[in-house]
């Protein structure tokens, strides 16, 4: 899609960001190259691997991976 930085809009999965990055003290653009060098694919193998590894929630991993997988990307 596109290049996005904050503010983040106000509804859909961009919506948790400013609490993902506050809560876990990582940028959007980090979680999104960890993301994309996880060596996984799927959505769920993604936010499983973030649980697992980060200790990250299930809906703040759900709205990241979605965000990502969709072809978005947070600039730095």
Known sequence: M???SPPWPKQGPA??????????GRSIAEWQ????????D???A???H?????EMGHGHA????AWTLA????AP
């Open 2 to 4: 596109a290049d996005q």
């Open 15 to 24: 919506s948790y960001f400013p609490s993902i990055e506050k809560k876990y």
């Open 33 to 40: 190259t960890i993301i994309n060098g996880c060596g996984l």
């Open 42 to 44: 799927k959505h769920m």
């Open 46 to 48: 993604i936010v499983g």
């Open 50 to 54: 973030l649980k697992t590894e980060y």
């Open 62 to 65: 759900n709205a990241l991976v």
């Open 71 to 74: 072809g978005n990307t947070a």
